[in-house]
C-alpha cells in the first residue's frame, strides 16, 4: 500500500500536504491545516461543476461550513483570460471575503492555475486549497505553487508562485475523467519517469495496458510516485532558480506547438508528448549513448490524435523565444542524459533545434 | 548626519536596502544588490517623466544599461486599473523581457502600487527597484512591498506582498514636489510619530514651519526616521497577521471618505488627516487619559482644503466593512492608547465608529 500523504518542502521550513483521501475527508483537513470553519469560495468550471460541486457543498454544508460562493467558468484553456480573472475578482469580492476565506480550486489545470493566481492576488493573498479532478491536475498543476493565466503573446506569462495550504487529491474522480484528459495527463506522468525515476519510466511500460483500463491499485501507485517526483524537485527549488526547470522538459516545444496551432487543436498533454519527442532528439544528437529507441517507444505510447506537419518549423521555432525560459536571449532547453536524469542547457543552435522540430515533420 | 541607508529586515533571513542618495548611485547600487546590467524596464507617469526620466536614462546608459523601455501612464489614483495594469504587460511583454529584466518604480504611491504589483506577476515575478519621487513614496508606499490596483468595490483590493531588491530615495527630488502632494505625504509622516514615536512626534510640532518650507537637514532627517519606523514595523510583521495593521491607523476612515467621496477629491494625504482626526477621537473616547488635545493640535496643522459635511455618516459606515481589514464581520481599527503607541481592536461598536464620523462633520 502506497502511503497516503506527501509532503511538499519549502524553503525555511515551510510546507504543505497532498493527502491522498476521498473529498470526504476536506473539512477535518481544512481543520488540521489551520483554516477556521466559516464562507468559503468555490472556483470550478461548468463540466467538474456537473459532477461534482453538489457533493462538495453538501460535504462542507454538513460540517458547519457556510456561505459557499460557487464561482463556475466555462471550461478549458481559453478561461485563463483576464476576463475570466476579472470575473472571479467580482463574484469573491462581491461575496464579502476577507482574509481568512479560502478559496477551494476545484478542477484540473486550467481551473488550478485560475483560482490559485485569482486566490494569490485577492486581498494580497486568500488561503488556496487544490482539490485536483483531472490526471494532470493531480500529478503536475496542483503540485508547486506555480499560478497564472495567459497573454496574447503566450502562455502563462502572467502569474505568481503562491502555495496552496493544503492539496486533497481524490483518487476515485480519476475514474471518471474523459478518455481524452486521462490520456492527456499521462504525458506528464512519463515525463516524470524520464526526467526523475528510471525505475518508473520502466515500471510504466510494463503496466501500460493496465494504466489505459484506470486499473485503480496501478494508478494508486502511479499518482501518488508521479506527485511525490513532482514534489521532490519542487522542494529542491521552489521559485525555478535552476533545477525545478527540469519539469519543463518537452514544453518548450509543446507550448510552441500549442501557440502556433490555436490553444484547443491539440491537448496539453499531447504537446507535450510531441515536445518530448524533438527534446529527446535534441538530447540523443548530443549524446549517442542515449537509448533513444526506448525512449521513443515509451513516447510512441502516448497517443496523440493530430500531426503537425502543416506547422511550419521556422514559425514553431521563432515563438519559442517568447517562452519564459528564454534567458537574456539564449534559449533554455531540457535534455535528457539519461534516462532518469535531465539537465538544462542553453548551448542550443537554432539548426539542433530545427532537428528536434523536424523528427516531428518528416515522415 | 542620519544614517544614508536602512536595512529593512524580512522573515528567513530576507533583507533589502532603503538607500538614501542621488539617482545617480542607481548603477551602482543595482550591481551591488545582484541585478545584471542588461535591459530594463522603467514605469513612470507622464508628470514624473517630465522632470526626471531623461537624467534616469542617462545615467543608465551611461553606465551600460541598454535597451530601456519606458512605459508612461496617466498620473493619478485612476492609474490603478486593470486596463492599465495590462498595458504594462503589454509592453513589458512586448520588449521581450526575461525573469532577469529588473522593473524600475519611477514615481508616487501609484506608480509605486501599479509598477510593483506588474513586477510581481509578470513572469511570476521580475526583480523590483523602487525610485520614490513623492513624500508618500519615499516614507511609505515604497517600503514593506504591498503593492496592488483598485477594484470597483474599494482600493488594493487586487494584489501581492512582494518585496523589491532595492529602494534608492532620492531626498533632492522632494524639492520639486507640488504643494498639495508635499503637504499629503506629511500626513503619513504625522502618522508614523502618532503610532510610533512618541519623540518623533513632538519633533514634528516644534519644527512643523521648517518642514512646510522643506529646509534640507530637517526634512532629510524626518524622512529617514519615518521610513525607519515604517521599515521596523514592516520587519515584525511582513504580511501584516498581526503588528503591521498599525500603519494602517486612520485608514479604515480615509478609505470610506476616499470611496463615498469620489477617487481624486481629497488627496489621500487629506483623507488620511481626516480619518485620524476620526479615529483620534474613537481612541479618546475609549481612553480618557489620552491627551487628545495634543494630538489634534498635530493633525490640525495638517492642512485639509475640503469638508466632508455633505457625505452621509451612515454610508461612510457601511463602505467602512468593505475594507479588506473586516475580518469574519468585525469591522478592525487602530487606536492610539497614547501617543507614540497603536493598538489593534475589534471591539468598536457603530455607534462609537458613528461618533468618530460626527467630530468631522459637526461644526
Known amino acids: 500500500m502506497s502511503k497516503a500523504i506527501v509532503q511538499v518542502q519549502l524553503d525555511h521550513g515551510r510546507a504543505y500536504p497532498i493527502q491522498f483521501s476521498g473529498l470526504q475527508a476536506l473539512p477535518s483537513l481544512l481543520d488540521a491545516n489551520g483554516l477556521r470553519k466559516g464562507s468559503c469560495i468555490i472556483v470550478t468550471d461548468t463540466n467538474v461543476a456537473a459532477l461534482y460541486l453538489e457533493t462538495l457543498q453538501d460535504i462542507l454544508h454538513e460540517s458547519g461550513w457556510r456561505d459557499l460562493t460557487a464561482i463556475l467558468l466555462p471550461p478549458g484553456e481559453s478561461s485563463k483570460h483576464p476576463n475570466l480573472l476579472q470575473r472571479i475578482y467580482d463574484q469573491a469580492l462581491g461575496a464579502g471575503i476577507d ?53 496574447a503573446l503566450g502562455k502563462n506569462l502572467i502569474g505568481a508562485f503562491y502555495q496552496p495550504k493544503l492539496v486533497l487529491t481524490d483518487l476515485d474522480l480519476l475514474q471518471s475523467l474523459p478518455e481524452l484528459e486521462w490520456r492527456s495527463g499521462l504525458a506528464e506522468v512519463v515525463k516524470h519517469g524520464l526526467i526523475a525515476d528510471a525505475d518508473f519510466a520502466e515500471e510504466l511500460s510494463t503496466n501500460w495496458d493496465s494504466i489505459l483500463r484506470r486499473d485503480p491499485a496501478i494508478i494508486r501507485h502511479m499518482v501518488i510516485r508521479a506527485a511525490e517526483i513532482k514534489a521532490d524537485v519542487v522542494s529542491e527549488d521552489e521559485r525555478e532558480a535552476s533545477r525545478r526547470a527540469i519539469l519543463n522538459f518537452g514544453h518548450t516545444f509543446a507550448h510552441a506547438i500549442e501557440r502556433i496551432a490555436g490553444y484547443g487543436e491539440f491537448t496539453h498533454g499531447e504537446a507535450v508528448a510531441l515536445g518530448m519527442r524533438a527534446a529527446a532528439r535534441v538530447s540523443a544528437m548530443l549524446n549517442p549513448d542515449l537509448p533513444h529507441e526506448i525512449i521513443n517507444s515509451l513516447l510512441q505510447r502516448l497517443p496523440v490524435r493530430n500531426s503537425i506537419r502543416h506547422l511550419d518549423p521556422k514559425e514553431l521555432l521563432r515563438v519559442m523565444y517568447y517562452d519564459k525560459k528564454v534567458q537574456s536571449g539564449n534559449l533554455r532547453l531540457i535534455l535528457l542524459q ?10 542550443i543552435t537554432e539548426k539542433q533545434i530545427l532537428s528536434g522540430w523536424n523528427c516531428l515533420i518528416e515522415p
Open 99 to 151: 482574509r481568512q476565506t479560502p478559496v477551494l480550486a476545484l478542477g484540473g489545470g486550467v481551473i488550478g492555475d485560475l483560482a490559485g493566481f485569482a486566490a494569490a492576488t485577492l486581498l494580497r493573498g486568500l488561503p488556496l486549497v487544490h482539490l485536483p479532478t483531472s490526471l494532470i491536475a493531480q500529478v503536475d498543476s496542483s503540485i508547486g505553487g506555480k499560478t497564472g493565466i495567459n497573454h
Open 338 to 347: 539519461e534516462i532518469g536524469s535531465a539537465y538544462i542547457t542553453n548551448k
